[in-house]
Nanobody, 117 residues
Framework: VQLQASGGGSVQPGGSLKLSCTVS????????VAWFRQAPGREREFVGG????????YYADSVKGRSTISIDDAKNTVSLQVNGLKSEDSAVYYC???????????WGQGTQVTVSS
């Protein structure tokens, strides 16, 4: 299983970004897909996640209300859109997959998000 993350970049405060994570194959090990982020000097933190079945979406309090997770079944792609970006959203964002949203076995490469004026 491989995860390919894309969509990072530089954006001004208040802007939006859409990050995408493409899963190479749908297996039990990719039942759940989530986004994490890690800023310099800080621990990695959960941002949002979903399961392919059930349609459930989960968001961290830090992005709740300004983030949306969407799915493209045909492309095995999970996307995270974050609006109203703040400087504290700057981090390397990673996607991960696993059996559940508390058990991740595969990680994609990170994609940098920089929010700055």
């Amino acid at each position: 299983v491989q995860l390919q993350a894309s969509g990072g970049g530089s954006v001004q405060p208040g802007g939006s970004l859409k990050l995408s994570c493409t899963v190479s194959e749908r297996t039990p090990r990719t039942s759940a897909v989530a986004w994490f982020r890690q800023a310099p000097g800080r621990e990695r933190e959960f941002v949002g996640g979903m399961t392919w079945t059930g349609g459930m979406r989960y968001y961290a309090d830090s992005v709740k209300g300004r983030s949306t997770i969407s799915i493209d079944d045909a492309k095995n792609t999970v996307s995270l859109q974050v609006n109203g970006l703040k400087s504290e959203d700057s981090a390397v964002y990673y996607c991960a997959s696993g059996l559940t949203l508390s058990n991740f076995s595969t990680w994609g490469q990170g994609t940098q998000v920089t929010v700055s004026s």
